[in-house]
């Protein structure tokens, strides 16, 4: 019977070489490995022989079995894969072409700004807030120490609600839109809870509109007022602030300033970016920054006036302020190159769609 | 407000031995903060003096020479169109390399040698406002002639000439901080934040004198804290000395003549202005210092005539108003050349009656500036001797009447309280009582006290800024350096309080739209009268401004629609369609009160081609936003509203009140904003929504056994509207869960006045799977009520 079985083999392997597909695979199973196949007629002969036999040939036999069935496997193998790459062929699609973007949705510059100012203050328990935006002048001047016929209400170039053709005028003054979120300090500390930190980002305006300035802005305004508040840890929230919102590699400067309703006051630096606040950049003055710093905005103590203003003893309670405009802070950002920033509210879709 | 300042000048009363630029960066850190630094060398390098020795015609240009210029080591040739220029003239010459403001404007730009309409012009000659002295003496558009300025040679550098190797600091000083307006100020800042020893030179006495006398008279002693006045006779006026016009220059002003020079000078020096008369244009050798009358009238030394009101403080002579006190002098009785006898004037005016009366009249000056922020009744004394110093040196003559002083009370220096424990709690800084002393003392004060508790005396430069005991904090803090000072975190417990729930869900709002691919908004809160009639909303309904900054920005919007429509149609060219919201305050007046400020969503598209099917789609994100919203609205048709298209819209309610509305814009209001195609908005009032929003989340278990869904197609009125088939249907049968609409079709194939619609039925049983036949006969059922009850036609 061995002759007969390494025929078989012989016979098989010639035949696995010449079968191209899967019907011909098939057939050559059904042919030498079925039921009713040569393989299996070949061992119908070992029931006549002796038992010696038996185990001999018997396990010849399987050896060949084994081999031919693995050898098949091979073969079945190579011919799925050839037949996948030839399929493959069929389906080829072109992974180069441009991608298709959904039509996506944009959220304003300035809602954008906003949200990266509370999520940084939120982390220093700062409570969001709103007061009103159209308010009185005893809000909006007077209890931030600066009465009536004070300088300072000069700088802010401040609208009146009309009243006919008088100024709109109440119990607490003469109705403005809000020229800063100040106006806020007052109101917060009048709901009469401690401690108090908040961060009020809302609209103002002033009477202003070229380049760098528009009618319509916004300010962040921080507060807390608590006890033994110390100027360190306003300079600490800024400098926490700074990091985060420009970046670990970013200093802070305090510098001397006036404000009526603080006391010390100061402007807010920030190292530049292009210098890194050397001022200095390839061996030239550094073009995109004031001596190597950018002011971003102002802070100060509050003045002792304002916390007696908010119903407070400022023998007990005192605190800090800041506050900065928000599309000029977003566009200080480094990579932002907003030259004229009336365009923030034309709602020029061409402009929003790249926020 | 900012002030220029020459550190040569600085440092005639601050001795020190640091850099410009360690200097500025000291004063921005600790006192007051330097814009820029201007190295005089720098800026006029290769700038040089050159004499015209001969004239030519330039063959192409008849207005143009060609001057043969010696400038020292050799004779060049440079083309100039100056028409003042003649040979022999001493002229400062840009050579090639230096850098000039063409026609005195933009920015330092470097000269190159050039050809001037074919001939080469080696550098170029200058007029003042070429080198930036557009205020320097001469004739308009001229060439500046220096033959009788300087002695220097040709070919000697400008500077060196011109006596003006200085650095020239842009200082900016808060308006609290008029003292240090000036050169003394600086130098006493310099002296305690930076380096070296400040020391004032206290001018000589005034020497009474007499032969000239006057009447000074204080009529409103409340407006005028103090009035000083001197008569010098035998002055020769005339140009100033090259160092004075420098400093004039180089100070921003305009040199005038030797008198009025020195009287800006002093007021650069010392921050206190001063007024020079001519005596013998003074009726009556007379001044009063009253209110103006209703009707006088002043000449100013602008050329301008002002009309004077009542409550405004002006210097008059026996007869007519001479000086709008404070502000600005009248031009008859100024100095002129052929002035002899001058009349100083050194005062002190109320700083708010000195604003208002600027800003009633439109008038400004730099004595206003620094009147209207305050100044001390001490520093008139100094300044007037320092006025009649200077005279005597640059102008002749001699004293000729008593020094006149009019004041009602004698100066009494200021005092406060001051606790040195407070300054280092609010510091957060361990500083020792010497070291905040050794700071206020260095500044000018007086600390007398022990243990803590102290006195403080504050210098007369000072007497309008330190209000009180926490000023002194600042002065301590400043000096010390707020760069010194620690970067700590708050370790205090934080607040308790909650965030406004409203500000929560507007971020929530505004992300389900940006997330189903609306723009955001953010439009101004003023519009025009014209926007909201245009939108037949009343302006008289709206918060009106009273000093608009334009005609489009008068009104507070009381609705965001006539904003939107109008970005709509300002949009459409470049972007003719799109979906947008705005989700912003509107502002309700109330009477008496403020206005009540009310958040609105708008949202929807424009540019829309298929009405029927851009409605549904914003009626799917109103329902996808209400449900994130946990809100549960109902949204029925409404015909009756005007700002809406009659047959495509519907009022959104919720608990029964009315709270928006979805629809087509009334087309006439898509044409009075000039939009090309129809817009579908959806206009809800957010505050009135905002507290019934709450957070919902809801687990509903997958059914156990599978729905079959049968589709049905049915004919049907054209108008039967869905809600009225889902209706009638719903309750049927228990089986039959959900109704949905798959397909709508109206055309050919359908009778005019009917649709087919393709109807979706959801069935299923919570107990078992169903079979086919028991799906039938729900759908069965179903058909024969569209059939029997609803006039429709099984297809």
Redesign the interface.
């Known amino acids: 019977m061995k002759p007969k079985l390494e025929e078989l083999k012989v016979g098989f392997l010639a035949a696995l070489d010449n079968v191209k597909d899967d019907q011909g695979l098939e057939e050559l199973r059904v042919e030498y490995l079925g039921r009713k196949g040569k393989l299996g007629d070949i061992l119908k002969g070992l029931k006549d022989l002796s038992v010696e036999e038996k185990k001999d040939i018997g396990a010849f036999a399987n050896t060949v079995k084994a081999e031919l069935e693995s050898v098949f496997k091979r073969k079945q193998a190579e011919l799925a894969h050839e037949l996948a790459g030839a399929k493959a062929q069929d389906e080829w699609i072109d992974v180069t072409a441009p991608g298709i973007a959904p039509e996506p949705g944009h959220l304003h510059f300035s809602t954008q700004a906003i949200e990266e100012f509370v999520d940084i203050f939120k982390q220093l328990g700062f409570v969001r807030v709103r007061h009103p935006e159209v308010d009185w002048d005893y809000y909006a001047f007077e209890a931030l120490n600066m009465p009536k016929g004070h300088p300072a209400r000069d700088e802010w170039e401040t609208f009146f609600i009309a009243d006919g053709d008088k100024v709109m005028e109440g119990e607490k003054g003469k109705m403005v839109l809000t020229p800063h979120t100040s106006n806020g300090q007052v109101r917060e500390m009048e709901k009469g809870y401690m401690p108090l930190r908040m961060m009020s980002i809302n609209k103002t305006y002033r009477r202003q509109a070229d380049v760098t300035h528009v009618p319509m802005f916004h300010q962040l305004e921080g507060l807390m007022i608590d006890k033994n508040v110390t100027l360190a840890q306003l300079k600490g929230t800024f400098d926490f602030f700074v990091k985060r919102f420009f970046g670990p590699d970013r200093e802070v400067r305090l510098r001397p300033h006036h404000f009526p309703f603080t006391e010390p006051s100061f402007e807010l630096d920030i190292s530049c970016n292009t210098c890194h606040g050397s001022g200095e950049f390839e061996g030239n003055r550094c073009r995109m920054c004031k001596e190597g710093w950018h002011e971003l905005g102002g802070a100060g103590m509050v003045h002792p006036n304002v916390i007696r203003a908010g119903g407070l003893d400022p023998e007990e309670y005192n605190g800090f302020a800041f506050g900065w405009g928000v599309e000029r802070c977003m566009s200080m950002k480094s990579g932002m190159n907003l030259r004229d920033l009336r365009i923030i509210y034309k709602n020029d879709i061409r402009f929003l769609k790249q926020f | 407000m900012n002030i220029l300042a020459s550190y040569n000048w600085i440092k005639e009363y601050l001795q020190t031995e640091i850099t410009p630029e360690e200097f500025?960066?000291e004063m921005?850190?600790?006192?007051?903060?330097?814009?820029s630094i201007e190295h005089l060398k720098n800026r006029f390098e290769n700038m040089v003096i050159g004499v015209v020795e001969e004239l030519k015609d330039h063959p192409d240009a008849d207005r143009l020479k060609i001057a043969i210029t010696n400038i020292g080591d050799k004779k060049v040739e440079v083309v100039c169109g100056g028409q003042n220029l003649c040979s022999g003239m001493k002229v400062a010459v840009a050579l090639p390399g230096a850098k000039v403001l063409w026609h005195g404007e933009g920015d330092w730009v470097e000269l190159k040698p050039t050809k001037v309409r074919g001939v080469e012009s080696f550098g170029m000659i200058c007029a003042p406002s070429e080198l930036g002295f557009e205020k320097a003496p001469c004739l308009d558009g001229g060439i500046w002639d220096l033959s009788d300025i300087t002695e220097a040679s040709a070919g000697t550098s400008f500077v060196e000439a011109m006596d003006l190797d200085d650095v020239i600091f842009d200082i900016e000083v808060?308006?609290?901080?008029v003292d240090s307006m000036s050169i003394v100020g600086l130098a006493r800042e310099g002296g305690v934040v930076a380096e070296g020893e400040f020391e004032f030179k206290e001018p000589a006495l005034i020497k009474g004198g007499a032969g000239k006398e006057l009447k000074v008279q204080v009529d409103a002693p409340e407006l005028c804290p103090r009035y000083m006045a001197v008569v010098i006779d035998g002055v020769k006026v005339g140009p100033s000395p090259l160092w004075l016009q420098n400093k004039i220059l180089l100070s921003g002003h305009r040199p005038i003549n030797n008198i009025v020079d020195i009287t800006n000078y002093i007021l650069h020096e010392y921050g206190q202005p001063l007024h020079a008369f001519d005596y013998e244009k003074l009726g009556d050798e007379t001044i009063v210092v009253r209110k103006a009358r209703d009707g006088e009238k002043i000449e100013a030394l602008d050329d301008n005539t002002y009309d004077l009101k009542a409550d405004q403080l002006v210097i008059a002579d026996s007869t007519k108003p001479v000086a709008v006190a404070g502000v600005m002098g009248g031009a008859p009785t100024g100095t002129r050349d052929d002035t002899v006898t001058v009349v100083f004037e050194a005062a002190t005016f109320d700083?708010?009656s000195v604003?208002r009366t600027s800003r009633a009249l439109n008038l400004y000056s730099d004595s206003q500036l620094l009147f209207?922020?305050g100044l001390s009744t001490k520093s008139a004394e100094v300044a007037l001797a320092r006025a009649v110093e200077l005279t005597l040196e640059v102008a002749g003559g001699e004293v000729a009447s008593p020094v006149y002083d009019v004041q009602e009370q004698d100066y009494k220096s200021l005092a406060f309280p001051w606790r040195s424990q407070k300054t280092r709690?609010?510091?957060?800084?361990d500083l020792s009582d010497e070291e905040m002393i050794d700071i206020l003392v260095r500044l000018g004060f007086k600390v007398d006290g022990v243990d803590g508790e102290y006195n403080v005396v504050v210098p007369f430069w000072r007497d309008h800024d330190i209000e009180?005991e926490?000023?002194f904090?600042?002065e301590i803090?400043?000096v010390y350096g707020?760069?010194n000072?620690?970067?700590?975190?708050?370790?205090?417990?934080?607040?308790t309080?909650?965030?406004?729930p409203?500000?929560a869900w507007e971020?929530r709002t505004?992300?389900v739209?940006?997330?189903?691919?609306?723009?955001?908004?953010?439009?101004?809160?003023?519009v025009s009268a014209g926007d909201l009639e245009r939108y037949d909303l009343d302006p008289e309904e709206a918060?009106?401004?009273?000093?608009?900054?334009?005609s489009e920005?008068t009104h507070?919007r009381t609705s965001l629609i006539p904003?939107v429509l109008k970005?709509i149609e300002?949009?459409q060219g470049?972007?003719p369609a799109?979906?947008?919201f705005e989700l912003q305050?509107v502002?309700m007046p109330r009477k008496?009160?403020?206005?009540e400020?009310k958040s609105r969503l708008v949202f929807g598209g424009f540019g829309v081609k298929d009405v029927q099917e851009a409605f549904l789609r914003q009626k799917g994100v109103l329902e996808i936003w209400a449900k994130s919203m946990g809100l549960e609205l109902k949204v029925e048709r409404t015909t009756d509203d005007v700002y809406w298209h009659p047959t495509r819209s519907a009022a959104i309610s919720y608990n029964g009140n009315r709270v928006g509305t979805i629809g087509q814009v009334a087309s006439q209001y898509q044409q009075a904003f000039g939009i090309e195609r129809p817009v579908i908005l959806t206009d809800i009032d957010f505050e009135q929504l905002v507290s019934s929003m709450k957070v919902q989340l809801r687990y509903e278990p997958s059914p156990d056994f599978p729905a079959m869904i049968r589709d049905i197609a049915v004919e049907i009125d054209a108008k039967m509207e869905f809600d009225k088939i889902k209706n009638k249907l719903i309750g049927m049968d228990e089986l039959l869960r959900a109704i949905d609409l798959k397909d709508v079709y109206q055309g050919d194939k359908i009778e005019v006045g009917k649709k087919s619609l393709t109807l979706s039925l959801s069935i299923r049983s919570d107990k078992k799977t169903l079979s086919s036949e028991e799906a039938d006969a729900v759908v069965g059922k179903i058909e024969r009520v569209l059939v029997d009850q609803m006039n429709a036609k099984v297809r």
């Open positions: 500025a960066r921005s850190l600790k006192s007051m903060s330097v814009e808060t308006s609290n901080r700083p708010v604003r209207e922020k709690d609010i510091m957060g800084v009180a926490i000023d904090t600042e803090a400043r707020y760069h000072v620690p970067t700590v975190l708050p370790d205090q417990a934080p607040p309080v909650f965030e406004d409203e500000l971020d505004k992300k739209f940006s997330s189903y691919g609306y723009i955001e908004f953010y439009g101004y809160s003023f918060i009106k401004l009273y000093n608009p900054l334009s920005l507070m904003s970005d300002m949009n470049e972007t799109g979906q947008v305050k502002y008496g009160d403020l206005p400020e």
